[in-house]
């Protein structure tokens, strides 16, 4: 089973920034689809970003879109999330997730449904 694991999570005041890694041991991510996913307390879970495999789209939430960039480190087997201009309502905690992906032409969308495998969360606050 592909096990996803986050980090770069923590404390930081309005108008920082963040990086989040998600990275996998004993499998190449640049075979799956990575999405990132936020939840905060008494909200639903949302999509803040995904990527396809080598070739294929980014996707953006509407309320990241310009702050936040995804980005692949093959080299590195990881994806991150640079989380810049942040604000309170970011707070949440961060999930990384996957699905395969074969074809270069793949779609990535952020709907949790679509993946399979998922990381156990970040905290990311916001605060002063």
């Known amino acids: 089973q592909l096990q996803l694991v986050e980090s770069g999570g923590g404390l930081v005041q309005p108008g920082g920034s963040l990086r989040l890694s998600c990275s996998a041991s004993?499998?190449?991510?640049?075979?799956?689809?990575i999405g990132w996913f936020r939840q905060a307390p008494g909200k639903e879970r949302e999509g803040v970003s995904c990527?396809?495999?080598?070739?294929?789209?980014?996707n953006y939430a509407g309320s990241v879109k310009g702050r936040f960039t995804i980005s692949r480190d093959n080299a590195k087997n990881t994806v991150t999330l640079q989380m810049n201009s942040l604000k309170p309502e970011d707070t949440a905690v961060y999930y990384c997730?996957?699905?395969?992906?074969?074809?270069?032409?793949?779609?990535?969308?952020?709907?949790?449904?679509?993946?399979?495998?998922w990381g156990q969360g970040t905290q990311v606050t916001v605060s002063s």
């Open positions: 997730a996957a699905f395969r992906q074969f074809s270069i032409w793949g779609l990535c969308v952020l709907s949790p449904d679509k993946f399979d495998s």
């Open positions: 004993g499998f190449t991510l640049e075979s799956y689809a």
């Open positions: 990527i396809s495999i080598t070739g294929g789209r980014t």
